[in-house]
Nanobody, 114 residues
Framework: QVQLVESGGGVVQPGGSLRLSCAAS????????MGWYRQAPGKERELVAD????????NYEDPVKGRFTISRDNALNMMYLQMDSLKPEDTAMYYC???????WGQGTRVTVSS
């Protein structure tokens, strides 16, 4: 069955960096657009960035443009989110998701705090 496992979260100071990973299995990874989402405490889950199946097209939501980079390695069935210049407002649970399907991972927690 479809499995998505996020990792790489943690506690970081403002201005720091983290790299999130999403390991995918149970489907033909390269055939699907993928997305990173986040949910901050008390807020709705929101899209952060998405990437086409081949990795050639990416989209970023305004709050993370210029700071986050989404990428994927289809040979490894992995997706990544490089997060730089982190801000306290980036604190959230981060999830990977298969675009157009309700296939979610369990999430990885990112806390940005001094």
């Amino acid at each position: 069955q479809v499995q998505l496992v996020e990792s790489g979260g943690g506690v970081v100071q403002p201005g720091g960096s983290l790299r999130l990973s999403c390991a995918a299995s149970g489907f033909t990874f390269s055939n699907f657009r993928m997305g990173w989402y986040r949910q901050a405490p008390g807020k709705e889950r929101e899209l952060v960035a998405d990437i086409s199946g081949g990795g050639g097209r990416t989209n970023y939501e305004d709050p993370v443009k210029g700071r986050f980079t989404i990428s994927r390695d289809n040979a490894l069935n992995m997706m990544y989110l490089q997060m730089d210049s982190l801000k306290p407002e980036d604190t959230a649970m981060y999830y990977c998701k298969v675009w157009g399907y309700s296939w979610w991972g369990q999430g990885t927690r990112v806390t940005v705090s001094s």
